[in-house]
Nanobody, 116 residues
Framework: QAQLVESGGGLVQAGGSLRLSCAASGSIGSINVMGWYRQAPEKQRELVATITWAGSTIYADSVKGRFTISTDNAKNTVSLQMNSLKPEDTAIYYC??????????WGNGTLVTVSS
């Protein structure tokens, strides 16, 4: 079975940094896009950043200039470097992967808490 495992969440003060990582394994097929989404309490899940295996990236306006997404294609991993964190970044962050059939897989999430 396919599996995505996130790591790196935690508690940080405003202005600090965290780095999230996600590793894909199992029968997920040929991955061509990976990304990060987040969901804050009582809010909808929203896109944070995505990256294709060709290197194209998309960032939410709210994180541009602060977050950087990167991949290791050979290892089917994705990372999210988060700098200048704000309290409004507090959320559960979910890893996502898309394969060549456009099927998406989700991790269970890792909690990021930013204190003011």
């Amino acid at each position: 079975q396919a599996q995505l495992v996130e790591s790196g969440g935690g508690l940080v003060q405003a202005g600090g940094s965290l780095r999230l990582s996600c590793a894909a394994s199992g029968s997920i097929g040929s991955i061509n896009v990976m990304g990060w989404y987040r969901q804050a309490p009582e809010k909808q899940r929203e896109l944070v950043a995505t990256i294709t295996w060709a290197g194209s990236t998309i960032y939410a306006d709210s994180v541009k200039g602060r977050f950087t997404i990167s991949t290791d294609n050979a290892k089917n991993t994705v990372s999210l470097q988060m700098n200048s964190l704000k309290p409004e970044d507090t959320a559960i962050y979910y890893c996502n992967a898309r394969n060549s059939y456009r099927i998406r897989y989700w991790g269970n999430g890792t909690l990021v808490t930013v204190s003011s």
